[in-house]
């Protein structure tokens, strides 16, 4: 695929291609992602966790957003750029919605959006799809009702919130989203919603019978480190090799080390 689009994430599909997706919030990352051959970027609410040091994604704001979404379209010549709709931008009214999806598409570049949750949001979804406007949808642990849900634990292992999911995933399959995100639900449930849909999920905590894979960057890379769910393969210990690297700078400061003549003018 020379440009990925929400057509080749199907097509993906239907060929049994897994999509790679990350995290991505600022350009120079967002630089490596795609030269690496990463198929999504996902300019997520988490910026508010990983970017702002907020404890939930529920503060960050839409020119927030949009700000980070921005950076990350600069970077992208290969990846689909999809940016989270955030906590405040969507609930109100499906107008809100539109208006929001819009300014997020204008304001930003980018190629689609994602929002949470399933029949509640049927109307906005309906009409920011009406727009022309490719919607991914994200059901499971969805993040910014996590006051409702007290925890960031396993959703839909009962039966009735499983059900509630299935016929969710279903909804949002027929009323023609391109994808759906998965998020820590049990795989055998991920892997019978994965293989009932036509479109493409996409888990994160939801097992290898999904159709794709997401993780936040910063936590695969390992820069995070106190956040240690199952779930995680950390391909880089970056916080220590950083603070190493950080406290070696300190040092070589501290003891004249740094500059040498030959780094100076
Ligand atoms: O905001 C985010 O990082 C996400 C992914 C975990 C799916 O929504
Ligand atoms: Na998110």
Redesign the pocket.
Known sequence: YKRITVKSLGEMKVLGEKISML?AYDFTMAKILDNAGLDVM?V???ASNVMAGHET?LPITLDQMIYHASSVVRAATRALVVV?LPFGSYQSDPKEALRSAIRIMKESGAHAI?L?GGKEIKESIKRILNAGIPVMG?LGL???SIYKFGSYTVRAKEEEEAEKLKSDAKLLDKMGCFAL?LEKVPAKLAKEIAESISIPVIGIGAGNGCDGQVLVVHDMLGMTHEFNPRFLRRYLNLFEDMTNAVAQYVDDVKSKDFPTDQEQY
């Open positions: 995290t996902l997520g609410d988490s994604t989270d994602k949470e994200h969805t993040p910014q995100v």
